[in-house]
């Protein structure tokens, strides 16, 4: 919407024929207001009075579009264009990040802007999701441990359905579509059915979930790698014995249930009990939140806690790397607050 006015419970007319105009008017009805759309400038023109705002469709003919000037001006009515909806269906594979809004990218965000339907998960930036996509239609696919909502197949087959009816369709995933998300089964399924589909990456929250714990995946002199794992399922004693081999950071996604048998694994793999770990649950919400301990305590400590996905388990000397970082800046804030005072 290009006007910042508060159109709710007011009239809005748009022009343009319904495929192009589709989104203009799922948009501004989702903004609260009456929307009426017409074909033509012709047919409108009778349909003036009491209308805040007229919208032209772009793309959609300028036959009377004189005359609808004119008449907007005679009725007081503000006249604005935006761009047709294209009727070439396409799908969008998004990566929405960690769940925090400010970790869209531009792209991300304007391909929800530009959207017809959107299929999201638990774990994208869904709260504010009908104000990010206003003119779609929204449908929850997302996955709880042990409960599928939708299929994977399933969520294939909407995808293709709904881009072959000439919808826009973004896919919006937590994180990235490829760590984990299963993109790469929902983009075969398009080119299968060849239908366009454009892969938008999202930030990891391999990285970001870390990160804003203030624990740093490499650090120099510390670790110079870090591995990403997916802790869905329990790893076997080779896999146990490979990453305990490599060194470096591990980062566990989907672990929390698996910690007790993933820990275990990696002691009898040779991985030292005093190995630092930290579980950081929700990373970038309001409720996010740390427990940290070693190899030898952090089921204990994670069980006392109450530990629940969604979180990121981190283990490696990172996490004692972290957590001096964050006991400094907790000195710095006390230091400055002091003075201040």
Do not use: W
């Amino acid at each position: 919407m290009h006007l910042d006015i508060d159109l709710t419970g007011r009239r809005v007319v748009v022009v343009g024929p319904a495929g192009a105009a589709r989104r203009i008017v799922a948009r501004y009805g989702a903004s609260g207001a009456f929307v009426d759309r017409f074909d033509t400038v012709a047919s409108a023109l009778g349909a003036l009075d009491g209308a805040t705002l007229v919208v032209r469709v772009e793309g959609a003919g300028t036959d009377d579009d004189g005359l609808l000037h004119q008449r907007c001006r005679e009725a007081g009515t503000l006249l604005t264009r935006e761009p047709a909806a294209s009727g070439a269906g396409h799908v969008s594979l998004v990566g929405g990040g960690p769940g925090a809004r400010g970790l869209l990218t531009l792209d991300a965000a304007a391909a929800l802007r530009d959207a017809d339907v959107v299929l999201y998960d638990r774990l994208g930036p869904t709260e504010s999701l009908a104000e990010i996509a206003p003119s779609a239609e929204l449908v929850d696919v997302g996955k709880l441990p042990g409960h599928h909502r939708v299929p994977q197949a399933g969520i294939n087959a909407l995808l293709v359905r709904h881009a072959l009816a000439g919808r826009h369709v973004v896919r919006l995933k937590g994180g990235d579509p490829f760590v984990f998300g299963r993109g790469s089964e929902e983009l075969a399924a398009c080119l299968e059915a060849r239908v366009p589909c454009t892969v938008l990456p999202g930030i990891s929250s391999s990285i970001a979930v870390p990160a804003a714990a203030g624990i740093p995946v490499t650090h120099r002199g510390v670790s110079h790698l870090f591995t990403v794992v997916s802790g869905h399922a329990p790893l076997t004693d080779e896999e146990h014995l490979h990453l305990a081999g490599l060194g470096g950071t591990i980062v566990v996604l989907m672990g929390v249930s698996t910690l007790p048998q993933l820990v275990a694994g990696l002691g009898r793999a040779g991985m030292r009990q005093d190995m630092p770990v930290a579980v950081v649950e929700r990373g970038y919400s309001a409720s996010q939140r740390t427990t940290s301990g070693t190899l030898a305590t952090i089921v204990t400590a994670a069980g006392a806690a109450r530990c629940q996905s969604p979180a990121v388990l981190v283990i490696g000397e990172v996490v004692r790397v972290g957590l001096e970082l964050q006991g400094s800046a907790a000195h710095l804030a006390r230091l400055t607050e002091s003075l201040a005072s």
